[in-house]
């Protein structure tokens, strides 16, 4: 399950392997990206749990899980230090207060889908 808290711009999900942490993720230039395209998702970059026992590594791609390989630590520790340089660049506003495209679709999706079932 997947939940999208864009106007905090967040995702938040359940660990993909099953291990019942929640994961969040929050989206911005520097972080992750979210699309969707009316029926699916699809989560970029990968998420690594690496501070979690599970160490699952994995692609949300058209609500499909693509699991990814094991980093190691140097790779883990390498990546984390790209993140944290690129969000230092990244000057934008806090994402709870930029207009976001993706909260109108959802909406307009979660309209559509109250109609239907009302129709029935």
């Given at each position: 399950?997947?939940?999208?808290?864009?106007e905090?711009?967040?995702?938040?999900?359940?660990?993909?392997?099953?291990?019942?942490?929640?994961?969040?993720?929050?989206?911005?230039?520097?972080?992750?990206?979210?699309?969707?395209?009316?029926?699916?998702?699809?989560?970029?970059?990968?998420?690594?749990?690496?501070?979690?026992?599970?160490?699952?590594?994995?692609?949300?791609?058209?609500?499909?899980?693509?699991?990814?390989?094991?980093w190691?630590?140097?790779?883990?520790?390498?990546?984390?230090?790209?993140?944290?340089?690129?969000?230092?660049t990244?000057?934008?506003?806090?994402?709870?207060?930029?207009?976001?495209?993706?909260?109108?679709?959802?909406?307009?999706?979660?309209?559509?889908?109250?109609?239907?079932?009302?129709?029935?």
């Amino acid at each position: 399950m997947v939940y999208i808290a864009a106007e905090f711009g967040a995702v938040i999900h359940l660990c993909c392997d099953g291990c019942g942490e929640r994961i969040s993720t929050p989206l911005g230039k520097a972080q992750w990206s979210l699309t969707f395209d009316g029926e699916s998702i699809s989560l970029w970059p990968s998420v690594g749990n690496w501070a979690l026992p599970c160490r699952s590594h994995y692609i949300i791609r058209e609500n499909h899980v693509i699991w990814a390989g094991q980093w190691s630590p140097a790779e883990v520790a390498a990546s984390a230090a790209r993140d944290r340089a690129a969000v230092e660049t990244v000057q934008v506003e806090p994402a709870a207060t930029q207009p976001n495209p993706l909260c109108a679709i959802l909406r307009l999706q979660l309209a559509r889908l109250r109609l239907r079932r009302s129709r029935r």
